[in-house]
């Protein structure tokens, strides 16, 4: 089935501290991967994304993350997080083919404290 | 240009009553869909419309309906409401219905069923 998996719930950091949030997917021969933010009451904003190409990508607000593909995983980072950091972040997966669907983790929630 | 607007921002309704969601996309995107957002079950996928028609459905029984109109505005209608349908309700657009295009979100509508 496909899924995708974000272990931490709740990631607590001090404020210019890096930062790590893990998203897993289950295989598949094509994927499209997303990172979206969501602050308190407010839609979800796409921070980052990953199509093709370099493994590596670089999105907004000094965030990036690297897509392995022998290890299904697309982690998100942050080398130096700030207080206005703090929301919950959503991995989500899209799988080439007929679905268009995004398939979403379960949400981190980054608490920076000062 | 202006973002995904989506009205009403907030409602609430009784039990056994229905409810329609209205989405308006970005000027130009073609493609819309819709997802519920719970604490218990996070994001998850109702539908996606394209130039009208229905392409993927999610896993939501059929008192979840919507369309998609010739200017790609698209409402959702929810019949019969539960109490669990209370909800974030988060529509999304996107310039066609190409696969692995981001999905840009709107702010949602928090509907409370009582």
């Known amino acids: 089935a496909q899924s995708v998996t974000q272990l931490d719930s709740q990631v607590p950091v001090f404020e210019e501290a890096p930062v790590e949030l893990r998203c897993n997917y289950s295989s598949s021969v094509s994927v499209y991967l997303f990172w979206y933010v969501q602050y308190p009451n407010q839609g979800l904003q796409l921070l980052l994304k990953y199509l093709s190409g370099s493994t590596l990508v670089k999105g907004i607000n000094g965030f990036e993350a690297e897509f392995n593909k022998s290890q299904t995983s697309f982690h998100l980072r942050k080398p130096s997080v700030h207080i206005s950091d703090t929301a919950e972040y959503f991995c989500?997966?899209?799988?080439?083919?007929?679905?268009?669907?995004?398939?979403f983790g379960t949400g981190t929630l980054l608490a920076v404290q000062p | 240009k202006a973002g995904v607007t989506q009205t009403p921002r907030y409602l609430i309704k009784t039990r056994g009553q229905q409810v329609t969601l209205s989405c308006s996309p970005i000027s130009g995107h073609r493609s819309v869909s819709w997802y519920q957002q719970t604490p218990g079950q996070g994001l998850q996928f109702l539908f996606e419309?394209?130039?009208?028609?229905?392409?993927n459905k999610g896993n939501f029984p059929g008192r979840f309906s919507g369309r998609q109109f010739s200017n790609s505005r698209s409402e959702m209608n929810v019949s019969t409401l539960e109490l669990g349908d209370s909800a974030l309700y988060l529509c999304?657009?996107?310039?066609?219905?190409?696969?692995?295009?981001?999905?840009?979100f709107g702010p949602g509508t928090r509907l409370t069923v009582t």
């Open positions: 999304a657009s996107r310039p066609s219905g190409t696969s692995g295009t981001e999905q840009y």
């Open positions: 419309y394209f130039s009208e028609t229905q392409r």
């Open positions: 989500a997966v899209m799988y080439g083919g007929a679905t268009n669907k995004l398939i």
